[in-house]
């Protein structure tokens, strides 16, 4: 009887101990990431994303039906939902070039394009404690080490960030606005962007219309919306402006801040979403907009990029689509001026460059220091009327060593010496520059060329006999121009001209010598050479 009784015990501890066992998993199943409740959550909520995606995709084809044009007007659009799903169920906003469409129900919304292509489904930026970078969107306090970077998840944020480099305007400690009386570094700090941002479109701010930021634009007689002063008057307030102030890192983690607009606010102006830094990492980021000067602009201090205006350090896997049209000493679409070396990495320009003064190009415009350009590509065409003009680099002041680049913007020859693809003018005494694995298919326009002046594929212009070009594995296109190097014969460089651009042959060129590291350089981190179907090259 006993050893029943002791059978019967351990039957009911192993059948408690399975029951718990079983429990265990049906909450597993049920709960996890990959639970059933998860697993049909989701699946709810890409049901609700393909019926709102085919309501706009018909409403759109209706709105464009109502316009002589074609066009989709955001009138049009907005009375057309109206009657698909129901007054005040959606929302329209005009951001710029895009339109975007909000579904109150779900809190999610979606941006057309001018060509009225939908993108994929965003939902509305959640941040507690917006203007305070060292918390994260929950309000958890961050310290801005590499493991905890400071977070941007708003305009507000990045607001607050420019004006803590900048030394002054507010930010915000526990939703209360505070003044800034001193300039923050960021000397090895981390500041991460967490999300796309576009400084055009309301769903980009917790609260586009808020003013207790005060007078951002130089008119304060606007009312001071958040939005107004970042898109009118002299617009957002470069990251560093004035000074050498940013010395951290900023990681863009793959994400876009678009419609940047900024002008001059004096004419000693240094532009671009950073204005200046310092030893400075800028990584993994697109930027999108305009920059602009106007006025009689003297200083020979002014420069523009579209990600950093002038300074020193490191910029990698960086896009810039930001327009310039400038006066100024140093434009181009990566880095406008390098002072005290600098490395770019895997950049891009799409956009037009214009400067009607000296020293302009795709990635970099002016380097009076070491610079190194490394795996980088230009598609905007190069505008100038003034000195030094380069599809990649547009004046070297000092020693230039750049390798694995392709132009293909166009570079016309409607001012004084230095045009090229490549690197426009080097100069002055004992300088070097190499150029190794290069092509250029943009056309540097050479009508009336006086070869004084110097219009050149891979080089326009070599200020006096003592400085030295190095051009190894230098290409370019018969049409684009009819020599390499602008007052200088082809034969001292051995570059070859080409009938027409064998995309394989440029892949097979430039991703050998990644693999190989012929030079000792670290290629770890450069991208692999592509091309896209339009013939483009692409990382």
Not at 322 to 341: D, H, K, P, Q, T
């Amino acid at each position: 009887m006993k050893k029943e009784k002791g059978i019967t015990l351990i039957a009911l501890v192993v059948t408690i101990v399975v029951l718990i066992i079983l429990a265990g998993i049906s909450i597993s199943v049920l709960s996890g990431d990959n639970g059933l409740i998860n697993q049909a959550k989701r699946g709810k909520e890409e049901t609700e994303i393909s019926e709102e995606k085919e309501i706009l995709t018909n409403s759109l084809a209706q709105a464009a039906e109502k316009d002589v044009y074609g066009d989709i007007t955001k009138e049009n659009l907005q009375n057309v939902l109206n009657k698909e799903v129901g007054i005040d169920k959606t929302e329209v906003s005009d951001s710029g070039k895009e339109l975007e469409v909000l579904f109150k129900n779900s809190n999610r919304y979606y941006t057309i394009d001018k060509d009225g292509k939908i993108s994929d489904v965003k939902e509305i930026i959640s941040d507690k404690t917006p203007g305070d970078i060292t918390k994260d969107k929950n309000g958890n306090e961050l310290d801005g080490s590499e493991e905890h970077p400071f977070e941007i998840w708003c305009i507000e944020d990045l607001v607050a960030f420019s004006n803590m480099v900048n030394g002054n305007g507010k930010k915000f400690v526990n939703g209360v606005a505070v003044d800034i009386t001193s300039e923050e570094y960021f000397s090895q700090k981390y500041i991460a962007l967490k999300i796309d941002l576009d400084f055009k479109s309301r769903f980009s701010y917790i609260n586009s219309e808020r003013t207790d930021f005060g007078d951002i634009n130089g008119n304060d007689s606007d009312g001071n919306q958040l939005i107004i002063e970042m898109t009118t008057g002299t617009g957002f307030a470069p990251i560093g402006y004035k000074s050498w102030n940013f010395n951290g890192t900023f990681n863009g983690e793959g994400h876009k801040i678009k419609n940047l607009y900024e002008k001059n606010k004096s004419d000693s102006d240094v532009l671009g979403l950073f204005g200046m830094i310092k030893d400075s990492t800028i990584k993994n980021l697109t930027v999108t907009g305009n920059i602009n000067t106007e006025g009689d602009l003297t200083e020979r201090y002014t420069s523009a990029g579209g990600i950093v205006g002038y300074g020193s350090g490191k910029i990698i896997n960086c896009v810039s689509d930001v327009n310039i049209n400038i006066s100024g000493y140093g434009a181009a679409g990566i880095l406008g001026r390098e002072m005290r070396n600098a490395e770019i990495v895997n950049c891009i320009n799409l956009a037009t460059i214009t400067n009607t003064t000296e020293s302009t190009a795709g990635i970099v415009g002016r380097s009076e220091a070491n610079i190194k350009i490394y795996n980088c590509y230009n598609l905007g065409d190069i505008i100038s009327t003034g000195y030094q003009v380069g599809g990649i680099l547009g004046f070297v002041y000092n020693e230039a060593t750049v390798i694995n680049v392709y132009n293909a913007g166009n570079i016309p020859l409607n001012g004084a010496d230095g045009r090229s693809g490549i690197i426009g003018s080097l100069g002055w005494a004992s300088i070097s520059g190499t150029i190794k694995n290069a092509y250029n298919v943009g056309t540097i326009v050479d009508k009336k060329v006086n070869w004084s002046y110097g219009a050149g594929s891979m080089c326009g212009y070599l200020y006096n006999d003592s400085v030295q070009l190095t051009i190894e594995n230098g290409y370019y296109l018969k049409n684009t121009c009819s020599r390499a190097v602008g007052n200088k014969e082809d034969s001292l460089y051995g570059v070859t001209q080409i009938e027409s651009i064998e995309e394989n042959s440029v892949k097979e060129l430039f991703n050998s010598y990644i693999e190989e590291n012929s030079d000792g350089i670290d290629t770890s981190e450069w991208k692999k050479w592509n091309f896209n179907k339009d013939g483009e090259p692409t990382f």
